[in-house]
Each structure stands twice: as structure tokens, then as C-alpha cells.
């Protein structure tokens, strides 16, 4: 029995050594265009269609296991080349966004200057608030405002009365005129009056 199961064992080998020595024989100088021009998972996924597992080992030609071999080492170092891309890439991304940050940082700055000083005026050296210097320089117009108003009434008040008296006095030397001149003719009058009684008493 054991004899049996030798001979059955060893007739499979034969045969997958048979069949494995005839693969190689027609295929030894054919290589798969997967395994050319395909991706890698494309080529692994060949290999393992195509090659046999026996008693957990797996027979594949040596000249397509040379080619997985340096198609894995080009993938790797590939995928190195790219990793090393993109950590230099985030490198010069994370120098960019720090430069950004600082012109940030003063663009903030220099707005904050220009709003204080947009803000602010500067009288005889000293920073004062423009809404408070704006407020103050409202309260002192209207004050003169209101200084200029009350002159100009006073102004026109006094106006009226200065023509008003003008108007008075002019009166008043019309009427000084007619009362010197009645006074002068009554005078001459009483002149003439007296020097004619002066006459008649002589004569008599």
C-alpha cells in the first residue's frame, strides 16, 4: 500500500516536473508582454494564473522571476523617487505657507499701524483720537458759529440804532437850525423894535 502511494506521489512529480520542464522548454525565450509592459500588480496577477502550486511551493521560470525581481526593484525605487518628490514637494509647500504666514503677520501688522494712524492725528506731537479731535473741532466751529451769529444781531441792532440816531440828530439839527434862525430874526426884531422906541424918545 505504502508502495503504491510512493509510486502515485512520485508519478505527479514526474509529471509537474514533466510539465514544468516542457513549459520552460517552449516558453524559455518567450517573455510575456505583462511582464514587459504591464503594471505590477498586472504581472503578479499573471504569475499567479499561470505557474502551479505544489505542497505550498510555487514553480515559475527563472527568467520571469529575474524580471519580477528587477520590475519590483524599479517599482520600488520609483516609488521612492516619488515619495522623495513629494516630501520635498511638502517641504517647500510647508517653507511657502511659513513665508505667507510672515508676510501675514505683517500685512497684519502694517494694517493695524495704518487703521491707528488713519484714526489718529498727531497735534503738536501727540497722538489724539480723530473722532475725539473731529468732535472738538465740531464744538469749537459751532461756537464760533454761534459767536458769529450773535455778533452779526448785534451787528444789525446796532446798525438800526446808529441810523436810527443819525436819523435823531439830523432832526435835531433841522430843528436847531429853525430855532437859531427864528431866534436870530426875533433878536433883529427886537433889535429894530428897541431902536425905534429909542428914535421916538429922542425925538419927543
Given at each position: 500500500m505504502?508502495?503504491?502511494?510512493f509510486?502515485?506521489?512520485?508519478?505527479?512529480?514526474?509529471?509537474?516536473?514533466?510539465?514544468?520542464?516542457?513549459?520552460?522548454?517552449?516558453?524559455?525565450?518567450?517573455m510575456?508582454?505583462?511582464?514587459?509592459?504591464?503594471?505590477?500588480?498586472?504581472?503578479?496577477d499573471?504569475?499567479n494564473?499561470?505557474?502551479?502550486?505544489?505542497e505550498?511551493?510555487?514553480?515559475?521560470?527563472?527568467?520571469?522571476?529575474?524580471k519580477?525581481?528587477?520590475?519590483?526593484?524599479?517599482?520600488?525605487?520609483?516609488?521612492?523617487n516619488?515619495?522623495?518628490?513629494?516630501?520635498?514637494?511638502?517641504?517647500?509647500?510647508?517653507?511657502?505657507?511659513?513665508?505667507?504666514?510672515?508676510?501675514l503677520?505683517?500685512?497684519?501688522?502694517?494694517?493695524e499701524?495704518?487703521?491707528?494712524?488713519?484714526?489718529?492725528?498727531?497735534?503738536?506731537?501727540?497722538?489724539?483720537?480723530?473722532?475725539?479731535y473731529?468732535?472738538?473741532?465740531?464744538?469749537?466751529?459751532?461756537?464760533?458759529a454761534?459767536i458769529?451769529a450773535?455778533?452779526?444781531l448785534?451787528?444789525?441792532?446796532?446798525?438800526?440804532?446808529?441810523?436810527?440816531?443819525?436819523?435823531?440828530?439830523?432832526?435835531l439839527?433841522?430843528?436847531?437850525?429853525?430855532?437859531?434862525?427864528?431866534s436870530r430874526?426875533?433878536?433883529?426884531?427886537?433889535?429894530?423894535a428897541?431902536?425905534n422906541?429909542?428914535?421916538?424918545?429922542?425925538g419927543?
Amino acid at each position: 500500500m505504502g508502495k503504491n502511494i510512493f509510486s502515485g506521489t512520485g508519478f505527479i512529480l514526474l509529471l509537474l516536473f514533466s510539465t514544468t520542464v516542457n513549459f520552460e522548454a517552449i516558453s524559455q525565450t518567450t517573455m510575456p508582454e505583462v511582464l514587459l509592459k504591464g503594471t505590477f500588480k498586472e504581472q503578479m496577477d499573471y504569475i499567479n494564473d499561470k505557474t502551479r502550486i505544489y505542497e505550498e511551493y510555487r514553480a515559475i521560470r527563472e527568467d520571469m522571476f529575474q524580471k519580477i525581481r528587477t520590475n519590483s526593484i524599479d517599482t520600488l525605487r520609483a516609488a521612492k523617487n516619488v515619495i522623495a518628490g513629494f516630501r520635498k514637494n511638502v517641504k517647500d509647500l510647508n517653507l511657502t505657507i511659513d513665508s505667507l504666514n510672515a508676510s501675514l503677520e505683517t500685512v497684519k501688522t502694517n494694517l493695524e499701524q495704518m487703521t491707528k494712524t488713519k484714526n489718529s492725528i498727531s497735534l503738536m506731537g501727540i497722538e489724539i483720537n480723530k473722532l475725539a479731535y473731529n468732535a472738538v473741532m465740531w464744538i469749537i466751529i459751532a461756537m464760533l458759529a454761534g459767536i458769529l451769529a450773535v455778533g452779526f444781531l448785534v451787528f444789525k441792532r446796532n446798525h438800526v440804532v446808529t441810523t436810527h440816531t443819525k436819523k435823531e440828530i439830523e432832526d435835531l439839527k433841522r430843528e436847531f437850525e429853525a430855532y437859531r434862525k427864528a431866534s436870530r430874526e426875533a433878536r433883529e426884531k427886537m433889535s429894530m423894535a428897541h431902536f425905534n422906541e429909542l428914535k421916538k424918545l429922542r425925538g419927543a
